[in-house]
Nanobody, 114 residues
Framework: VQLVESGGGLVQPGGSRRLSCAAS????????MRWYRQAPGKEREFVAGITSAGGNTYYADSVKGRFTISRDNAKNTVTLQMNSLKPEDTAVYYC????????WGQGTQVTVSS
């Protein structure tokens, strides 16, 4: 199982950023995918999830209405569109897949700052 996140960087408050996670090594279309994040000095927290066929999505209250998770099962990718970013969104963002064990990517840093 391999999960590779990309798209992080520095963005101004109120701006947008699109994160992607490329998955391989498993049958992507059968697995619920999730995004988590971890800010400095804090525990890793759930951000968003999407069911295997993409029919249902769910979000942490802190990002609801600002972030959108989507997936492309033909390309084995899951995306997190982040809008109206706030400084408190600054964190390392991780892609997650649970296949017996929980699998994580290496993370991508998002910094929201002026």
């Amino acid at each position: 199982v391999q999960l590779v996140e990309s798209g992080g960087g520095l963005v101004q408050p109120g701006g947008s950023r699109r994160l992607s996670c490329a998955a391989s090594g498993f049958t992507f279309s059968t697995v619920v995918m999730r995004w988590y994040r971890q800010a400095p000095g804090k525990e890793r927290e759930f951000v968003a999830g999407i069911t295997s066929a993409g029919g249902n999505t769910y979000y942490a209250d802190s990002v609801k209405g600002r972030f959108t998770i989507s997936r492309d099962n033909a390309k084995n990718t899951v995306t997190l569109q982040m809008n109206s970013l706030k400084p408190e969104d600054t964190a390392v963002y991780y892609c997650n897949a649970v296949l017996g064990n929980s699998h994580w990517g290496q993370g991508t840093q998002v910094t929201v700052s002026s």
